[in-house]
């Protein structure tokens, strides 16, 4: 079969109003269908908007999965002689850097180890809100508590960023996750000479290698002095950078480029998604009161630990939702695979990018009932007050970390961090929004998806706290 085709691109037509490529993407798939391709600057692209042809897609057995390379960071690599990273590595040399990276994060029991750690921070955060009615500036003040929390996992240290001093440039993540986005839209000149567009990236880049490659360096001195000696495995004090130094399988510039991607990625990513659920919890003060009732009935005003957190399953909802809504990246995953293949009955040649559109699918109506309302409910497994029709039923509907080997490789890190902040504010403080705000909170495309204007959150202190 032929897959229906467009060359209808026109991003500004008068009768076609879309703004963003998601936008285009859906009014496409109500045009063609949910399997579909289109020209776009050099080649065909597929795009498929159902779950159960993500599930064809991505389950597909490929030895080493190809990922479209971040073309503006490989060329800021080659100039700066800097080793490649996960999101420019394909194939073996991929698979080299992921594996041991992946051995040592996406273990469940090694994240534990995290739990008091980030708790810590989090209560300093927590103390630092007491006597103060109002986050002017929620995304801001998130990144510099993201910063104090990934900061522990790459440097298994305190940065210092609660006391207002954060070591990263708010602007400079800006830059670097806006210019990533935008570079790979248009002609790409960068590739040439260095544009000042690309001067901006490469000196916030630079900035942010500065910062990591000082902390390193400190972090290896520690260890070589005998007063950093956590590692990875049953002692209270893990260390990543120690335990893959320890581990033998990479050097340390491609432990340095690891850990600076890490660094980076992990602060925007998750004080975007922190500032998302924050904002859905203010709106929806009866979810925000079953968060706090959950946390009365396990914890109290007690402290945390892996088995309390693991009981926690309504606050873990009410995450899972409000990236449901507020999807963490702009579109969604994509495949290019070495050998010809079929989705759905229809034949896609070898080297045809193939493009999961799981933002879409996120807020499609088929797939989830009411998309537009906050209702953690459907992410409940014994809930039985919610209309089944709403229940979150197909896993491949719901991707915010992508699937398979090349699936987000600080996930349960990121959830974890967030949870833990989330559970001490709401332990501690009701949130709201100041009256007359808006409820709706628009969003941006970047690398991550972050919110349009600044969110101010209200604080009411809990009795008793």
């Known amino acids: 079969m032929t897959i229906k085709s467009t060359y209808d691109l026109c991003l500004f037509s008068a009768d076609q109003p879309f703004v963003t490529i998601n936008d285009l993407f859906r009014l496409l798939q109500q045009k063609y269908g949910d399997i579909y391709r289109f020209r776009g600057t050099f080649r065909w692209v597929v795009v498929v908007s159902n779950p159960d042809l993500a599930n064809e897609v991505l389950t597909k057995r490929v030895k080493y999965p190809f990922r479209p390379e971040v073309e503006i960071v490989k060329v800021f690599g080659i100039r700066n ?273 193939i493009l999961i559109a799981s933002n879409n699918i996120s807020k499609d109506a088929r797939f989830h009932k009411h998309p537009d309302q906050f209702i953690p409910e459907r992410f409940l497994r014994r809930e039985n007050t919610t209309d089944a029709e709403v229940k979150h039923t197909h896993p491949f509907a719901y991707l915010p970390f992508g699937f398979g080997p090349r699936s987000c490789i600080g996930q349960r890190f990121a959830e974890t961090e967030i949870l833990v902040l989330t559970i001490k504010l709401i332990q501690n403080f009701r949130i709201s929004l100041p009256p007359g705000s808006d409820r709706h909170l628009e969003s941006v495309t970047r690398t991550f998806t972050a919110p349009a204007r600044k969110v101010t959150l209200h604080l009411t202190r809990r009795t008793g706290t």
């Not at 290019?336 to 040649?349: A, E, K, L, M, T």
């Open 81 to 353: 002689n800097i080793e490649e990273g996960l999101g420019t590595l394909q194939g073996e040399a991929w698979w080299h850097l992921r594996k041991p990276a992946q051995d040592h994060m996406l273990k469940p029991t090694a994240v534990q180890l995290y739990i008091p750690l980030i708790e810590q921070v989090a209560e300093d955060f927590v103390a630092t809100l007491r006597g103060v009615p109002v986050i002017e500036d929620c995304l801001k003040t998130l990144v510099s508590v993201s910063t104090e929390c990934v900061g522990m996992l790459c440097f298994n240290r305190r940065l210092g960023c609660l006391d207002g001093q954060s070591i990263v440039n708010m602007e400079d993540l800006n830059t670097i996750f806006t210019s990533t986005a935008e570079a790979g839209r248009f002609f790409k000149p960068y590739k040439y000479f260095r544009t000042p567009f690309y001067k901006r990236f490469e000196k916030a880049v630079q900035n942010l290698h500065s910062i990591t490659d000082k902390e390193i360096e400190g972090a290896l001195r520690r260890l070589r002095d005998g007063t950093n000696q956590g590692v990875d495995g049953d002692t209270s004090e893990p260390n990543l950078l120690l335990s893959m130094l320890s581990d033998g399988r990479l050097n340390k510039e491609k432990i340095n480029v690891l850990i600076t991607n890490l660094f980076g990625g992990g602060i925007d990513s998750t004080s975007n998604t922190l500032a998302f659920l924050w904002h859905e919890l203010a709106v929806n003060a009866d979810k925000q009161e079953n968060i706090y009732q959950e946390i009365v009935t396990t914890v109290g005003n007690g402290d945390l630990n892996k088995e309390s957190l693991s009981k926690m399953s309504y606050v873990k909802a009410c995450l899972k939702e409000s990236m449901r809504k507020n999807f963490p990246i702009n579109v969604g995953s994509i495949r290019i695979f070495d050998n010809d293949c079929f989705v759905s009955g229809y034949h896609i040649p070898k080297k045809t990018p």
